[in-house]
């Protein structure tokens, strides 16, 4: 089930915030930017590169992920491993809001979302 119509104009001026917020300089962003995705009750962020081998061509990595719980009214967090599997963030796998959710990211204390 997608996120509710009338969250999602609100979800996106919190990612856009974000995103205008911790995006690289102008400069490098044809080498790395930043973006994310909405998926049904998960939203995904990742960073977008060139292809080593075709520079022409985007490749996107997904680092950080969270999803909408409804009944709980909670998100939930994920990382994703070398396995190219999603785990849940065990020192913090649920925050009340979105935000506490991009605060988690951005902090990155334990090296899991961005390296």
């Known amino acids: 089930m997608a996120l ?8 996106i001026e919190v990612l856009e915030n974000f995103i205008s917020r911790t ?3 102008k400069e490098i962003r044809n080498e790395l930017d930043v973006s ?4 049904n009750q998960s939203i995904i962020l990742f960073e977008i ?3 080593w081998q075709n520079k022409t061509q ?3 990595h997904d680092f950080a ?3 909408y719980n ?3 009214d909670i998100w939930k967090i994920y990382w994703l491993r ?3 599997k999603w785990h849940i963030y065990e020192p913090v796998p649920t925050v009340k809001n979105l935000s506490e959710f991009l605060k988690i990211v951005e902090a990155d204390k334990f090296g899991c979302f961005r390296g």
């Open 4 to 11: 509710e119509l009338q969250n999602t104009v609100e979800i």
């Open 23 to 25: 995006r690289p300089p």
């Open 36 to 39: 994310y995705r909405i998926d």
């Open 49 to 51: 590169r060139p292809n």
């Open 58 to 60: 985007k490749l996107t």
């Open 65 to 67: 992920k969270t999803t």
């Open 70 to 72: 409804k009944t709980n």
């Open 82 to 84: 070398a396995s190219l």
